[in-house]
């Protein structure tokens, strides 16, 4: 069967940008001029969405004779993404060979490299939509003066209601297909943050625009139900995991010397970037992407070695009331406590923390909180990315200065929505995050570097504007 290799840009970019790759590819034998193509689409158009993108991308790998009307394949497909491309092939993927039923067989799509992916949103989106990004991302052209893209923006800032959902379709599912038999997956990004006078946007943990630890796809979801009776009876867990998706479905490389621009722009020969790509592409059997991986994961090891940078962990938490309708207004607080205080079920009852505990809880809130970020569209959705060996460090401290193994838990607080509509806030109590017994409960790691957990809250809404009674009222 034929090969093909499809290239597809980032937000404010163009398959100009990739014209470099193309002759590279084509100088190691990917391809030829007319089996390396560009997929381009307009991200700076304020009414495009990701549905968009993905029905005008269908069409034309229709009339490329790269599938055929119904969606079978017609070559094997290289694809090659660059930032927000990762999110449109995903997107693209879902929607015609999964949603309407499971057709991975039928999709070309066999090997996906992504070159630092937006798998889970850019601190940039939102300034984007800015005055600021306005002035710099705009398009200068009567008609459509100083379009920004809107509608992908809202999408790719961190925290989206459309990252979380797509993540649900296929990432947090029983059997990912982004593995070693089906659609074999490299993910890419450099470590550096951008230099000069680009190095204003700069953010911890990323490469200049994504978020590092949110260019996997490594992810678990974490759900924390408070939203039924507690009963004993009833027998039902508040504390419950959902885990997809080992990290050694796919191959994940964390690389030196590259930004997220450079990791594009100094792809050739001579570079580590282009040579792993090289590899990606040519990779025959599960076993040899098996190896590949494993060589990622030791590149990954020196590259934080060799940087002295940090490893991160991204947060993504979604709140909604019994009706699984969106909480908006909630605040979250992290405490530190000695481990004594736990009781099984990992619930933490209310308990008067001492001075040194109050200290210590500070300085947790302020790591843990640090980077945090409320989606601007959907306050329901709220964003966190937690420097690991920070938090780490200072459990360790909190373990000296208690004399005591400790545990960190989290509580939430929901305000009443007026005098007979509130939140039962009973049930509200800490919930243990993290215990240093954990391991001995069979249950995940809170704790994991470059990976995005996600965590759905789940309230009970109480009214009390409605009664039963024997007796007539009269409103």
């Not at 008609?143 to 947090?172: C, M, T």
């Not at 450079?262 to 599960?286: F, H, T």
Request: overall charge positive; proline content about 3%.
């Amino acid at each position: 069967m034929k090969k093909v290799t499809l290239i597809i840009h980032g937000y404010s970019d163009c398959s100009e940008s990739f014209v470099k790759i193309k002759k590279f590819l084509q100088k190691k034998k990917i391809g030829t001029v007319k089996t390396i193509l560009y997929a381009d689409y307009e991200s700076r158009e304020d009414n495009m969405t990701f549905n968009d993108v993905i029905d005008g991308l269908n069409d034309e790998l229709i009339k490329n004779k790269i599938i055929d009307q119904n969606g079978k394949k017609l070559c094997d497909l290289n694809v090659i993404v660059h930032s927000t491309g990762g999110l449109v092939i995903r997107h693209w993927i879902w929607r015609y060979y999964y949603k309407d039923g499971n057709r991975i067989n039928e999709c070309p799509v066999r090997r996906l490299i992504m070159l630092a992916p937006a798998n889970f949103g850019s601190p940039l989106a939102h300034r984007g939509k800015s005055f600021l990004g306005h002035i710099f991302k705009g398009r200068w052209k009567i008609g459509d003066f100083l379009e920004v893209g809107k509608r992908l923006l809202y999408g790719l800032e961190l925290g989206s209601p459309y990252q979380w959902n797509l993540a649900h379709r296929d990432i947090i599912i029983k059997k990912p297909y982004y593995n070693s038999t089906q659609i074999q997956t490299t993910i890419l990004v450099g470590i550096d943050d951008y230099e000069g006078l680009r190095g204003w946007v700069n953010k911890p943990g990323t490469d200049g625009t994504v978020v590092i630890a949110g260019t996997s796809l490594d992810s678990a979801k974490l759900v924390l139900d408070f939203s039924k009776p507690r009963d004993k009876r009833l027998n039902y867990k508040p504390y419950n995991w959902t885990i997809t998706n080992p990290s050694d479905d796919f191959a994940f490389g964390v690389l030196e010397g590259l930004d997220h621009g450079s990791i594009v722009e100094q792809i050739s020969e001579k570079s580590e970037v282009g040579e792993l790509l090289v590899k990606a592409l040519k990779i025959k059997d599960k076993n040899g992407f098996k190896k590949y991986s494993k060589d990622l994961k030791v590149i990954t090891q020196e590259t934080y070695k060799n940087s002295g940078k940090s490893k991160y962990q991204q947060f993504i938490i979604h709140a909604v009331d019994d009706h699984g309708v969106s909480v908006k207004d909630y605040t979250i607080e992290f405490f530190i406590s000695k481990v004594s205080r736990s009781i099984l079920g990992n619930i933490l009852n209310k308990i008067r923390f001492s001075i040194q505990e109050k200290e210590l809880t500070k300085e947790a809130n302020k790591i843990m909180t640090g980077q945090f970020h409320t989606h601007t569209k959907d306050s329901s959705y709220r964003r966190f990315l937690v420097n690991l060996e920070e938090i780490k460090s200072h459990l360790k401290k909190a373990q000296n200065e208690l004399k005591s193994e400790v545990i960190l838990s989290m509580r939430v607080y929901v305000p009443r929505v007026d005098k007979g509509i509130k939140y039962e806030l009973k049930t509200l109590q800490n919930i243990v995050i993290y215990d240093p017994n954990q391991k001995r409960t069979n249950l995940p790691l809170f704790f994991w570097s470059n990976t995005t957990t996600l965590i759905e809250l789940r309230v009970n809404r109480i009214n009390e504007y409605v009664t039963v009674g024997i007796k007539p009222k009269n409103h």
